[in-house]
């Protein structure tokens, strides 16, 4: 049965920042404490890991906005967006501090990974062949078949550079968050249609 959900997309801000990555002499490269976790064959950075090993102090984060993302695809949350997620989808989301601002880096504690055989995916590069990661995973033509839909999911999209984790919601966790009061500004819920596999 096609159901309607809704990704949570942060708005396009002038503010974002890296959060594992640093501008090298010619090229973005992932930062110095981070070199070990990655692929010696596709150059991708084990973001979990990154994570949990701890974000380094020269992250700033300029926006004041409590929810906005960094420019390599994390979803960033203030104090209070992390109150208002915590509250919405509790035990949902890990939150990584960033030592030198008052944001989090906000990962899913679960991440649904796409399926090659699953025409709601577009998988537009081969898989590495060292780490086993997708070279670039974009949303397809059908909803995504997702065969355990909960109240909040993500999913692993993939950039050429790394993870996509993309957040969906359902209809009445899409309300919660939008009664938040004050506002949580710089978020938008955008409607997706995904396939939960039961006939109606």
Not at 139 to 166: C, D, Y
Request: charged share 25%; aromatic share 8%.
């Amino acid at each position: 049965m096609i159901r309607t959900m809704y990704v949570v997309s942060p708005h396009d801000s002038v503010h974002q920042t890296f959060v594992l990555r640093r501008m090298g002499e010619r090229k973005l490269i992932v930062t110095e404490e981070y070199q070990d976790l990655l692929c010696p064959k596709c150059g991708k950075v084990n973001e979990k890991a990154a994570l949990v090993r701890g974000i380094q102090g020269g992250v700033v984060v300029k926006s004041k906005r409590p929810f906005l993302a960094s420019a390599d695809d994390f979803y960033l949350l203030d104090e209070r967006g992390k109150q208002v997620f915590s509250s919405v989808v509790p035990d949902q989301i890990d939150y990584y501090r960033i030592p030198s601002s008052t944001f989090y880096v906000a990962f899913a504690k679960e991440c649904l990974e796409p399926d090659e055989n699953d025409p709601g995916f577009r998988f537009v590069r081969g898989r590495c062949r060292q780490c086993g990661r997708a070279g670039e995973v974009i949303w397809g033509k059908s909803p995504p078949r997702i065969a355990r839909v909960k109240p909040f999911l993500s999913i692993n999209l993939e950039s050429v550079r790394g993870i996509i984790t993309t957040w969906i919601v359902s209809e009445d966790v899409a309300n919660q968050l939008e009664k938040a009061s004050p506002p949580l500004t710089g978020m938008v819920l955008v409607p997706k249609e995904v396939n939960d596999g039961e006939h109606s």
